[in-house]
């Protein structure tokens, strides 16, 4: 089992709707954090979770949420879509020193 | 804030020969990590190598080796004896090594490097 799960893998949404990515963790780590990725990009954050208490914008969290639920879930909210949301969603979990990746959700906004 | 550049949208190498990438960073901070992250087609993120700031030793995991430049600010990805399973997007990645007590955390990434390998 993947040590990084997030679902849905893929997604097809319209724009307006609200949108829950979701991710859990079993690598027992406090840090998680939400990125982006568009094409020529690279990856930008989002959120990102020191604990259960502390959460954290990144650099480009307008239009998302966050929620974290337990040390092991986190959870990003786009409470309305729209098209320029389609993206890869990425969560990563840490402790010390690199990230740990889950396998992306693809999210498309019609 | 830190910034991530790979001045390289693409590179080309034959099968079996060998290939860097560039990556070049801009910090104020001594102490970091830095990182070169494959992204395969099936776009998983898988974490190719490392290297901590304080370490003047270049890390190495069997045919990937990096030359970290300090003072230069450079972190270059060495691939040796490129394979077609090389074929992948690569990213280099930035993070301070201030963990604790709060303030910004998570990678700052350079846009990519898109790697073919020619068989």
Redesign the interface.
Known sequence: DADVTQTPRNRITKTGKRIMLECSQTKGHD?M?W?RQDP??????IY?S?DVK?I?K?EISDGYSVSRQAQAKFSLSLESAIPNQTA?Y?C?TSD??????G??T?LTVT | AQTVTQSQ?EMSVQEAETVTLSCTYDTSESDY?L?WYKQPP????I?VI?Q?AYKQQNATENRFSVNFQKAAKSFSLKISDSQLGDAAMY?CAY?SAR?VG?G????T????THLIIQP
């Open positions: 840090r954090y990125y020529g990009l690279g990856l930008q954050l990102y020191f502390d954290n990144g890869l990425f990563a010390n020193s690199p990230l740990h990746f396998n992306g693809r | 949208p990590y990182f099936s776009r998983q993120m974490l490392r901590e990213f993070r963990l709060g910004a955390d998570g990678l990434f350079g846009k990519g």
